[in-house]
């Protein structure tokens, strides 16, 4: 018989690695999920100590993903998984240079890396936008043609610049540069982008960026609200403005949410049979957003758009569908963060990868009803 005083934290320990199903059913018919976070194996993926990379920047060889390892974007490709990771060193003034890895997985769950970074600062046209932050954050989809196009964050240690990258391989990749730089005489070349989300249609199990009316569309921005941008060419893109000059708002954030502070895009946007949906980031602020939340919380939510109109907001969740639970969610580089980015379906389920606490990889499931 099991000691008494060994019986909570037995129970305890039960519930840290027991599944967590954020909500019985989705809040509304269109939303995907439930989700079900896989806390038996999670954290997936956590810091490396002992991984090296010649760095071409500082020209000394760096442990590349020591710090952190966080914020995933995924793609199946030849019946795997495969991960591309934001992992963070710890050196520095900023004390992490991030940098790019790639992991691969034939279970959506259990992931092999590759030794070195795939895509890095180096000393190149993009460097000073790229150094010594680095480049963070990646979400990628393929191109009609089967090319990878990946959008990235760019960061000097000032702002936060949105890029475009494309790969054949996920291995070797082309940097093309700021997302917006050709607009308006390059305005937006001094000015804070990130976190682009483009607009894609389900091929089995590939995303392929979708025209809508001619044009590509991408979800983009976090400060506070969500904007949009077309392209012709997946490569330059044009923000949608208003009369002002001033990019145009397609979903705001709401008082008394879980994304009273910013919106920020999860992965890509995916023609669905009800419209383009959007799985999103949102920040709280305890005062003025939900008081079930803590302070600076990041917690997931969905959107949905016209499909014939990416501008209009058809419906939205009304409440978190994810939060942070576990203490490597809650505890970390930075504190109660869940934020959303990775998503694939795979083996008839949607695997969706998330960052926890900047620090570790997570994973949640839910089944895929094949749409």
């Known amino acids: 018989m099991m000691n008494r005083l060994l019986r909570p934290i037995a129970l305890l320990l039960s519930l840290l690695t027991a599944p967590v199903l954020a909500q019985p059913m989705p809040q509304k018919a269109w939303m995907l999920g439930p989700f079900v976070k896989q806390n038996a194996i999670n954290p997936i993926l956590t810091a490396k100590a002992n991984s090296t990379f010649f760095c071409p920047v500082r020209r000394e060889t760096v442990f590349w993903e020591r710090k952190d390892v966080f914020n995933p974007a995924t793609v199946v490709r030849k019946g795997k998984v495969y991960m591309l990771y934001r992992a963070e060193d710890n050196v520095g003034k900023y004390n992490g240079t991030s940098r790019l890895g790639l992991a691969i997985s034939t279970d959506g769950l259990h992931f092999k890396r590759r030794p070195k970074p795939v895509f890095y600062p180096a000393n190149d046209s993009l460097k000073k936008y790229e150094w010594e932050g680095g480049c963070e954050d990646p979400r990628v ?11 990235y964050t760019a960061y000097d240690g000032d ?9 054949k391989d996920l291995v070797t990749w082309q940097k093309h540069g700021i997302a917006f730089d050709q607009y308006a005489n390059g305005k ?19 995303m392929v960026a979708q025209r809508i009316n001619g044009t590509y569309w991408m979800y983009w921005g976090d400060q506070p609200d969500l904007r949009v941008a077309t392209s012709t060419d997946l490569l330059h893109w044009t923000p949608l ?84 639970d576990q203490p490597y969610e809650i505890d970390g580089q930075v504190n109660q963060v869940v934020f959303l980015e990775g998503l694939v379906p795979f083996k008839n389920r949607w695997f969706l990868y998330y960052g926890t606490a900047d620090s570790k990889i997570g994973v949640a499931v839910a089944k895929d009803a094949g749409k």
């Open 188 to 206: 937006y070349r001094t000015t804070w982008s990130k976190s682009g989300a483009i607009v894609s249609k389900r091929i089995g199990s590939r």
């Open 241 to 324: 403005e208003d009369s002002t000059s001033t990019p145009i708002p397609v979903a705001k954030s709401r008082p008394g949410t879980h994304d009273v502070r910013l919106i920020e895009p999860g992965p890509y946007a995916m023609l669905t049979d009800a419209g383009i949906l959007l799985i999103y980031n949102g920040m709280n602020i305890a005062q003025t957003g939900d008081s079930s939340l803590p302070e600076g919380a990041y917690a997931g939510g969905q959107l949905l758009f016209d499909a014939n109109d990416p501008t209009r907001l058809i419906d939205r969740s009304d409440t978190y569908f994810i939060r942070p």
């Open 159 to 167: 702002k936060a610049r949105m890029c475009i990258a494309t790969s």
């Open 141 to 151: 989809v393929e191109s009609p043609n089967g090319v990878y196009v990946l959008t």
